[in-house]
């Protein structure tokens, strides 16, 4: 046996280091899936806190800074309102969660590319990274630490 078959085989060094990884990802995937949900949950929560917290001040800024295109003031902050807290409680659970995703991805886009146009206080990189969780959540799902794994789990979809 050669010094490149006992490094390349099952029991050798790369195959030593790929049941390692393999083990990291099996058990490390499924938290980090659920440490993106926590964190992004947590972003778009604690806006909506803010918002119900003065809501005559929120229906200010709706008319007179965000002007969001499209909507009337007092909708887009109902809208924005609803989105913010319904929104994370779905995505925590990981409960519908692409569909849940959605709408917080448009509101990023819109508070970053519309509102960041009109006024760059509200151009801010922390608005990519919301993109790119919220981006991952659709196209990867929720993981396994969630409901919907536990919906496709029990109708044998996974």
Known sequence: MSATESQSGPGGLIGTFAGLFATIEKFGTPLIDL???????????????????????????????????????????????????????LILF??????????????????????????????NLEHFYWMILLAYLFIHGAGKISVDHLIAKRLGIR
């Open 35 to 89: 440490a993106i949900r926590i964190m992004i949950a947590r972003v778009f929560w604690l806006a909506g806190q803010t918002k119900i917290a003065d809501w005559e001040n929120t229906k200010l800024l709706f008319e007179y800074e965000y002007m969001v295109p499209v909507l009337p003031p007092e909708i887009a902050a109902y809208f924005a309102t609803f989105f913010e807290l319904g929104m994370p409680i």
């Open 94 to 123: 990981g409960f519908l969660t692409r569909f849940a995703v959605l709408p917080l991805f448009v509101m990023a886009l819109v508070i970053q590319f519309v509102l960041g146009a009109a006024n760059p206080a509200y151009s």
